[in-house]
């Protein structure tokens, strides 16, 4: 976790990515990537020279099966405010329009979800749990489907919303992850 915590930091500090009086959502997806980006930030938000607060965020679709009870615990063992924004999507996308593509408009009432949370709670940035194989796949599929060369940015400000994405995995790779959720046992949805 200290290697990751360090290339955490150096990422936050090469792109600016926290200011001091910051509230950073993480968005909580119960995956293991925004649960060590949940972590990561907690922990770094210790001894960061820059004061500044973190919560976790996390929409709950209605899927049948899924409780994010676990990740409540964990946010109250980390100290970490959990805000949980329920919405009625998995009724919308599969009983009401019975979408036979549903990733689509899955994600879309999901950040529109995770939007109008962050703006009930004055909440302006946001934490993704994209890491740097993420940022691999993204160039390769924008290259091979797009003929372009592109990518996500690390710091990304969506003006319509007034939110700023940032990405502080972006140097840890995907088998750090996968590592550190398994020694650190996190609580994997």
Not at 10 to 31: H, K, L, P
Not at 151 to 168: A, G, K
Request: glycine fraction near 6%.
């Amino acid at each position: 976790m200290q290697e990751i915590l360090g290339l955490v930091r150096r990422c936050v500090e090469d792109y600016d990515m926290i200011q001091a009086g910051d509230t950073v959502a993480v968005g909580v997806s119960g995956g293991k990537d925004s649960l060590l980006t949940l972590t990561a930030l907690a922990r770094l938000s210790r001894f960061y020279p820059k004061p500044f607060r973190v919560v976790a965020m996390t929409v709950e679709a209605g899927t049948p099966g899924m409780s994010f009870d676990g990740v409540a615990d964990y946010c109250h063992a980390l100290g970490v405010e959990y805000i949980r924004a329920q919405v009625p999507i998995y009724e919308v996308v599969f009983l009401e329009r019975r979408e036979k593509n549903p990733c689509s408009l899955c994600a879309k009432l999901r950040r529109g979800a995770l939007s109008t949370a962050m703006n009930e709670h004055g909440i302006k940035k946001i934490a993704l749990g994209h890491h740097y194989d993420d940022a691999v796949e993204t160039f390769f599929l924008s290259l091979f489907y797009e003929g372009r060369l592109s990518c996500f940015h690390p710091v990304t400000y969506l003006d319509r919303m007034d939110i700023t994405q940032i990405r502080p995995l972006l140097y840890v790779s995907e088998a750090m992850v996968r590592e550190a959720a398994q020694r650190l046992q996190l609580p994997v949805v």
